[in-house]
């Protein structure tokens, strides 16, 4: 069983970075795919990326290529989600999540966080 704790999240205008972390508990992190999503107020829980257990593979949503980057330390059971060029529409509550299988899928993922709420600001 694993326990996901995010953090990092926060205010930053438009055009700003910041950084995610998601720590988990547990011996078995490197075992796990692990994933990235965000909801919005009034939407529905949406796919951001994932990294494979290895981290020798990533997936991104097209509405974040090129600007956010997914990363894990297997020997500190964290996984990073490193948000660069941010803009308004990407406000939401950031969740990471564990999979044995790296998908896009909500239903997959096992594991969740509490979230971490980010707000980018015009």
């Known amino acids: 069983q694993a326990q996901l704790v995010e953090s990092g999240g926060g205010l930053v205008q438009a055009g700003g970075s910041l950084r995610l972390s998601c720590a988990a508990s547990g011996r078995t992190f490197s075992s796990y795919a692990m994933g990235w999503f965000r909801q919005a107020p009034g939407k529905e829980r949406e796919f951001v990326t994932t990294i494979s257990s290895s981290g020798s593979m990533r997936y991104y949503a097209d509405s974040v290529k090129g600007r956010f980057t997914i990363s894990r330390d297997n020997g500190k059971n964290t996984v990073y989600l490193q948000m660069n060029s941010l803009k308004p529409e990407d406000t939401a509550v950031y969740y990471c999540?564990?999979?044995?299988?790296?998908?896009?899928?909500?239903?997959?993922?096992?594991?969740w966080g509490q979230g971490t709420q980010v707000t980018v600001s015009s």
């Open positions: 999540a564990a999979s044995y299988v790296g998908t896009v899928s909500t239903t997959e993922y096992r594991y």
